[in-house]
């Protein structure tokens, strides 16, 4: 307001010594006699209004920048500090989410690390490792390739995981396998990468000091990734990969002492260890402990008719199935040729049975494949025993197993058969 009377005063008076000058102009004009003061003072008047219209000017361009212009450069760096803050948190968001995604990653190979040092089981670390690769990266389909211990020129598929779900073996649908560029990157280590408008398809080698043990192919969806998301993603994997495969490699001299290199179970010299620390404690604490012991139906069929390479490859699909039936603290062993025990600690009988039969029905209704493709039926007949107080040693145990397991190949086969004591009800 007090601006508006500012510039409202000028303007007044200038309007006053307007209309005076004008005034003594038109006496000039018309001839009318003027005296030469009025003459000066008409002259000052018209110089003094001249003066106030040019400071009633100045005043006004004064006031549209006094009133306009602090306001708007107030505004522009505001606008301008908060562009900056927006940029800053932007690009400080990211840095944040790359590192967040690096402390995920660096996780997953040390968690990939710990199981390698803690537990030697093939399928459960890989499928732990197959899961972090999903989650990680965000795989579509991710399938890993091996070379066999005993023929390192071929290459076979090991595993390969899809829709939350992780096969193994036999148990993957060749349909489904793409070994596009699979040869290639097994033989020279390099990486090949293929990309469609909505598919980066990556083909990557497993190498461990320079010795390349497989390949592990991945599809990613482009559409859930930037240019440069894809890029580090595709660096991730390669880290990741790194870390599967001293992880893979990591077990091969425990593997040689305590697991069968055939189908990846422990061993009957294992199983004689495993017992003698186990049998004590049952005795002296009264837990309960089942086994369960296993005999593919009439293998020798399967090796005159197919061959011994197919019967390998049967027996060690087997050898997955039963692993994957059973629990994290449970534990299996080939016992011989085509035998498979089973231990169970804290197990009574009905959980046993139970366990045996699940087994016996999963391997019943899968269809395995021999080394040429070719479908391959198979049942299994399984004997369970339980331990008993009255048991001096843990031979007795397996020998308890075992009887019900020649029971249930005289019955007919492919059924379970549970060891009865005379001296007492299980």
Do not use: W
């Not at 193994?168 to 020279?188: C, G, K």
């Not at 600690?345 to 019943?364: F, H, M, N, Q, W």
């Amino acid at each position: 307001m007090a601006r508006q009377h500012s510039v409202l005063l000028p303007l007044l008076v200038c309007i006053l010594l307007f209309l005076f000058a004008s005034h003594y102009g038109y006496t000039v004009i018309y001839g009318r006699s003027t005296n030469p003061v009025e003459a000066l003072l008409a002259g000052a008047t018209i110089g003094l209004s001249a003066f106030c219209i040019i400071l009633l000017v100045q005043l006004r361009r004064q006031y549209r920048r006094a009133a306009a212009s602090p306001d708007k450069l107030r505004v522009k760096e505001l606008q301008a500090h908060l562009e900056g803050l927006r940029a800053k948190n932007q690009d400080d968001t990211t840095k944040l989410k790359n590192l967040s995604h690096q402390v995920e990653i660096l996780s997953a190979m040390r968690e990939i690390s710990l199981m390698a040092s803690q537990d030697v089981d093939f399928e459960r670390l890989v499928e732990h490792a197959l899961e972090l690769v999903e989650h990680l990266i965000g795989t579509r389909e991710i399938t890993l390739f091996l070379r066999p211990e005993d023929d390192q020129k071929v290459l076979k598929v090991r595993a390969r995981r899809a829709g939350g779900e992780t096969l193994f073996n036999s148990a993957i649908p060749p349909e489904a396998v793409d070994l596009t560029n699979v040869a290639e990157v097994a033989r020279y280590g390099n990486i090949k990468r293929l990309e469609t408008e909505k598919m980066l398809d990556l083909t990557v080698p497993v190498m461990v000091d320079r010795e390349i043990l497989g390949v592990v192919k991945v599809k990613i969806d482009k559409e859930q990734y930037s240019p440069d998301e894809l890029d580090r993603a595709h660096l991730n994997l390669r880290n990741i990969l790194n870390h599967i495969g001293l992880a893979i490699k990591t077990p091969t001299l425990y593997d040689r002492a305590v697991l069968d290199s055939l189908t990846g179970l422990y061993t009957k010299r294992h199983l004689t260890a495993e017992l003698n620390k186990i049998f004590p404690g049952c005795k002296r604490l009264s837990k309960s402990l089942a086994v369960i012991m296993i005999d593919l139906d009439h293998f020798k069929k399967i090796n005159d008719k197919y061959g011994h390479l197919t019967g390998d490859i049967v027996l060690r699909d087997v050898a997955s199935i039963v692993k994957r039936e059973i629990r994290d603290y449970d534990s299996a062993f080939r016992y011989g040729g085509e035998e498979i025990c089973v231990l169970l600690p804290d197990t009574d009988s009905r959980s046993a049975l139970s366990v045996a039969e699940r087994i016996r029905k999963k391997i019943g209704k899968n269809r395995f494949r021999g080394d040429t493709n070719q479908k391959v039926s198979m049942t299994v007949s399984a004997g369970v025993a339980v331990f008993h107080k009255n048991m001096d040693k843990s031979e007795d145990l397996i020998s308890d197993a075992d009887s019900a397991l020649y029971k249930a190949k005289r019955g007919g086969r492919n059924q379970v058969k549970f060891y009865r004591r005379k001296t007492t009800m299980p």
